[in-house]
T-cell receptor, first 114, second 110 residues
Framework: GAGVSQTPSNKVTEKGKYVELRCDPI?????LYWYRQSLGQGPEFLIY????????DSGLPNDRFFAVRPEGSVSTLKIQRTERGDSAVYLC????????????FGQGTRLTVV | AQKVTQAQTEISVVEKEDVTLDCVYE???????LFWYKQPPSGELVFLIR??????QNEISGRYSWNFQKSTSSFNFTITASQVVDSAVYFC???????FGDGTTLTVKP
């Protein structure tokens, strides 16, 4: 596609359930980033992939959060045992050359944990 | 630790006014990058500019201009002759996009 695509656009889940959020980056972009954005705040960095490997996962808040990018393209953010505090918009971005270059963002997945 | 402060939570101006959005940052790195992003109501962040810490030259792009002052750790963004379509949340970010400010909501009224 022309831009970064994130699915689903909205996800409502019950506390304690498992969720997967998908990100399709721009074709050919080697770098992929996940962020979390709460209302009224800036994006909070979660993880950065360069190719298939997680180059920096220092932003993942705890071991309930995990992300993969097995073929260096599509990425999935996985959240286990969801908590109400996980409710936020999860943003994905990709860039052609990696960190410190122009990043293109998707429209995000709004996750609501009830 | 890195930190970005955007002290102005909300700004409201009338169309054609100039407006400056402030950004102050903290970092111990000697080499770093600064960014500005625009987030319109649709939610998708749009890249505006990237600046290397070694390049203190001010930059102008159409109605947009940026003033980088390393001495005061500031990277301010000015919109000249604002338009209604400039209404959005603007984020300043530091290095590798990892540290964002909390944004300034700009409303431009007709």
């Amino acid at each position: 596609g022309a831009g970064v695509s994130q699915t689903p656009s909205n996800k409502v889940t019950e506390k304690g359930k498992y969720v997967e959020l998908r990100c399709d980056p721009i074709s050919g972009h080697t770098a992929l980033y996940w962020y979390r954005q709460s209302l009224g705040q800036g994006p909070e960095f979660l993880i950065y992939f360069q190719g298939t490997g997680a180059a920096d996962d220092s932003g993942l808040p705890n071991d309930r959060f995990f992300a993969v990018r097995p073929e260096g393209s599509v990425s999935t953010l996985k959240i286990q045992r969801t908590e109400r505090g996980d409710s936020a918009v999860y943003l994905c971005a990709s860039s052609l050359l990696g960190q410190n270059t122009e990043a293109f963002f998707g429209q995000g997945t709004r996750l609501t944990v009830v | 630790a890195q930190k970005v402060t955007q002290a102005q939570t909300e700004i409201s101006v009338v169309e054609k006014e100039d407006v400056t959005l402030d950004c102050v940052y903290e970092t111990r790195d000697t080499t770093y990058y600064l960014f500005w992003y625009k987030q319109p109501p649709s939610g998708e962040l749009v890249f505006l500019i990237r600046r290397n810490s070694f390049d203190e030259q001010n930059e102008i792009s159409g109605r947009y201009s940026w003033n980088f002052q390393k001495s005061t750790s500031s990277f301010n963004f000015t919109i000249t002759a604002s338009q209604v379509v400039d209404s959005a949340v603007y984020f300043c970010a530091l290095s590798e996009g990892e540290t964002f400010g909390d944004g300034t909501t700009l409303t431009v009224k007709p």
